[in-house]
């Protein structure tokens, strides 16, 4: 062994001042922005820093926001609440609660409050608005905005964003244009002084749409309206197994007063016989259309009948069509045992889904961007996602159509109305019609289509098997089901499917038909002959990334295999969402709601405590009533529960870190591990630092996502073990591996919906394409465009050649190259209070509605 020499007092100074510069070294490189990405890199780095586009994090200084909520409550409002505080408070700015909406503003006092970090925090799950709401007849008269004005002044607010309805965004209009004068006003009463006049010499205004019945005009969807969906879907789910039981006949009456949007996409995502809307008021003859439909369906097998009605459903003379008026004629023509379930304020209750949080998320800081940068010239303007992109449009331009829309009800214009409400709208309508009120032609096509499903099993792909079968049926086409994928394709597990046999499959999770990750390629012999003996013209393959690998080596089989020339479609379906071409995939968004959210039931109060540091120590709810959730939600309230716990969980996704991230965002996650985005020892030691720090605060729970396989090292139980050795004494760890529970359960509306018309239009699609195909009676389709990918890109369904979009994949680890998803983690980190740089390079510009494509798919 060798001795180490004693060194002297000198050396020592010398040595230890190299440590302390190395180790200054290595704190800086740990928060240096990431390298660019290339194409194939080894190991990517995006987390740590966006690249810095502004200037974020100081915008709000010397700025003060009130948000408010107004009108009817809908769940995702506490999302949106969460995000204008937390975000503003990042800008620099103070962020003040309005209570009670409108009447809080008017009466001011302890109603108007500041808020902090900490005043958000376990309000993402909750239902409702945790800051109340009211109806306020103080603020429409001018006597009542003289004071809310003054009690603004008064806190040097000059930013107001307002979370409500559309009458509720009038009023924030109305206030806007009158500032000038109230504050004149105030000044000449002594309400005011004139410096305090000057300082807040104009009043920026924002609004996010807060409403379940999605009757704002110029938005794809309201904050509210999914989970309002949820809660109608669980109650025609539950209901259905007691009408198959007995053989009833349902009606079932939804909100939606002066919007069908409710009742539409029910009746799409349930496959009910017969919806009432307001919009399209039915023929004259309707009654016995009715029961001629009703019939049918029992005729072809059905046990039961379900009937949707909006509760403002009309008919073409103006007369209310009631869920009584229809029980009493279907009992009095038809002899069914009816009965009518009106669904009520239960459809506003319960848990946010986790699109609505997300969406109030997004809204949030999106208003809060629009409210800092905004001027006294810029009009008071309303933030809504188009797609998946963030838009910002002219408040009182939304507001004149949504009233245009009644307007032309009123008049008996019900063409006008429905294409006021915007294409989207009329798509689900024309679906809908298509599916429920047409039958197969007596004369048939000639064509052949095959369906099948390939890869692993997705919420949601029913339901395009479904839609498919029964519109390929409606074009007079033959539709074959083939079962187990490529291999049962090879095997000849092919047969014959009719209408009535896919009739319930709307509803059910899984695969009917049986899925294998297959690949096509060692039966290429055994497909063409198949292919060539049942008579296939058209391949329709709803699944994942097997999907798309497996039909990119059909293409190359077409140079061999001329059977294998024909026309084929990809429909994305898989949890992971990792299929290039399409920013959703059909599935994902009922795993996300199976990491996130919950199934509600009734709501019981959480007991109260005796011990004050047991109890929630947020002022707006110190005694919580929570329904009891599910993963993400129960494992907050259970971290909740014990003031000091870290939870770790991992999610599905393969490389892909879509349902890690989005959970983090909707589940209110300290952090998200994803291998898109490269992390190493720092970064997790950088986030134990941060949860040690937050557990010193009223806020004592922790939540950290993992998507499996973001690192294979770090793995979810080195991560684990981390925390738990660097939390000791502070906080205590769990893990929870969520694995294929995530595969499971009955899909959700949106995939359900998503799925029924990405099917319709497929089918159109492949239709034209084999006619375009089609020589003297033979089909011989050798060209690229196909055998393409229907997906969703920004804000329209488009088919892509499939192999255009080998460039944009990383077939190595199965995800797209670039994923817009990636573009909200600096949102995640914010929100989870890390200081780092918001990207506003891409700002949400101001579009007129007039002008604005508001459809997220072209007429069908």
């Known amino acids: 062994m060798v001795p180490v020499p004693e060194l002297s007092p000198e050396a020592s100074r010398l040595l230890v001042s190299a440590a302390l510069s190395l180790a200054a070294v290595l704190l800086f490189l740990t928060f240096l922005p990431p390298a660019p990405r290339g194409r ?55 962020v003040y609660f309005v209570h009670e909406g409108y009447q809080g503003l008017v009466d001011g006092g302890d109603n108007i409050k500041e808020a902090t970090w900490e005043s958000v925090s376990m309000m993402l799950q909750l239902g409702g608005t945790v800051i109340g709401s009211a109806r306020c007849q103080d603020f429409r008269t001018r006597e009542g905005r003289l004071k809310a004005a003054r009690n603004l ?29 109230l504050l004149a006003e105030l000044v000449k009463g002594g309400g005011i002084t004139a410096e305090e006049g000057k300082r807040s010499s104009h009043l920026n205004i924002v609004g996010m749409v807060g409403s379940i019945d999605n009757d704002f005009c110029g938005t794809d ?14 109650i025609v789910d539950a209901i259905t197994t007691t009408a198959q039981s007995h053989q009833r006949t349902f009606v079932l009456e939804v909100m939606g007063r002066h919007c069908g949007y409710l009742a539409l996409i029910t009746a799409l995502a349930c496959g009910a016989d017969w919806v009432f809307i307001p919009e399209s008021p039915p023929e004259d003859d309707w009654e016995d259309h009715l029961c001629r439909r009703l019939t049918e369906t029992r005729v072809g097998g059905s046990r039961l009948n379900i009937i949707i009605v909006a509760e403002g459903a009309i008919d073409k003379h103006g007369k209310a069509i009631t869920s009584d008026d229809i029980k009493n004629l279907v009992v009095k023509r038809l002899g069914y045992d009816t009965r009518v379930t009106i ?87 024309n679906v809908y019609k298509l599916l429920a009120h047409i039958r197969p032609p007596p004369t048939k096509s000639g064509y052949t289509l095959a369906v099948l499903n390939v890869g692993a099993p997705a919420a949601g792909m029913n339901a395009a098997v479904r839609s498919t079968v029964r519109i390929g049926l409606i074009h007079g ?68 990334f097997e999907a798309f690998t497996g039909s990119l080596e059909l293409m190359e089989g077409r140079a061999k295999y001329e059977e294998l020339c024909v026309p084929l479609c990809i429909i994305p379906a898989t949890v992971s969402n990792n299929v290039p071409g399409s920013d959703f995939s059909i599935g994902a968004d009922t795993a996300l709601n199976t990491i996130t959210t919950v199934r509600p039931r009734s709501p019981r109060p959480l007991p109260r405590l005796t011990t004050p540091t047991t109890i929630n120590q947020n002022p707006l709810f110190p005694t919580p009533i929570l329904p009891p959730p599910q993963t993400c939600d129960r494992i907050k309230q259970s971290a909740a529960g014990t003031k000091r716990r870290v939870f770790i969980i991992e999610t599905m996704g393969g490389f892909c870190g879509y349902l890690a991230t989005m959970a983090g965002l909707a589940g209110g996650a300290d952090a998200a591990y994803i291998y898109e985005e490269h992390f190493n020892i720092r970064d997790l030691q950088v986030n134990v630092e941060h949860l040690t720090e937050k557990m010193k605060t009223t806020v004592k729970r922790g939540l950290v996502l993992r998507n499996e396989r973001c690192n294979e090292n770090y793995t979810t139980d080195f991560i684990y073990n981390l925390y738990s050795e660097e939390g000791k004494g502070i906080f205590d760890c769990r893990k929870n591996v969520l694995g294929h529970m995530q595969q499971g359960g009955t899909p959700t509306p949106f995939d359900r919906n998503f799925g029924t018309k ?29 055998a393409c990918l229907l997906g969703m890109r920004k804000r329209s369904l488009v088919f892509q050649p499939i192999t255009e979009l080998k460039e944009q994949t990383d077939f190595e680890h199965r995800i797209p190259k670039e994923q817009w998803w990636l573009k909200l983690r600096p949102i995640l980190k914010i929100l989870a209070k890390y200081n780092i740089e918001l990207d506003t390079s891409e700002k949400a510009h101001l579009e007129h509605v007039t002008h604005k494509r508001i459809s997220l798919e072209s007429n069908i």
């Open 477 to 544: 086409h033959r539709m074959l089901a083939v079962h187990d994928g490529f291999e049962g394709l090879a095997y000849g597990r092919v047969e014959e499917i009719s209408w009535d046999r896919v009739g319930s499959w709307t509803g059910l999770g899984g695969s009917k038909l049986g899925t294998k990750r297959t690949l096509p390629k060692k039966y290429f012999e055994e497909i063409s002959a198949n292919i060539s003996n049942f008579g296939i013209h058209g391949l329709i393959i709803i699944g994942g």
């Open 758 to 786: 990405m099917g319709a239009k497929a089918v159109a699609w492949i239709t034209g394409k084999i006619k375009e195909c089609s020589r003297h009676g033979r089909i011989f389709a050798n060209t690229a465009d196909s």
């Open 221 to 234: 969807m309201t904050i509210g309206t999914d989970s309002a969906l949820h809660r109608i879907m669980e």
């Open 40 to 94: 194939h890199p080894p190991a990517k780095k995006m987390a740590q820093t966006p690249p810095r586009h502004g200037h974020a994090e100081s915008l709000g200084a010397g700025k003060a926001i009130a948000v408010l909520t107004s009108g009817g409550d809908a769940q995702g409002m506490n999302a949106a609440v969460r995000a204008v505080v937390r975000v503003g408070i990042y800008t620099g700015a103070k």
């Open 153 to 181: 002044v008064k806190r040097g607010i000059t930013n107001l964003c307002v979370i409500g309805g559309d009458g509720s965004l009038t009023g924030a209009d109305t206030f806007r244009a009158e500032w000038s004068s």
């Open 343 to 429: 669904l009520g304020h239960v459809q506003r209750g319960g848990t946010p889904s986790a699109f609505d949080r997300i969406l109030g998320s997004r809204m949030g800081v999106e208003a809060v961007m629009a409210l800092l940068e905004g001027t006294p010239d810029t009009p008071a303007c309303v933030v809504s996602l188009s797609g998946n992109q963030a838009v910002r449009l002219p408040l009182m331009e939304c507001v004149q159509v949504t009233k245009d829309v009644t307007t032309a009800m009123n008049e008996g214009r019900f063409d006008d109305a429905l294409k006021l409400r915007g294409r989207s709208f009329q798509n689900n309508w």
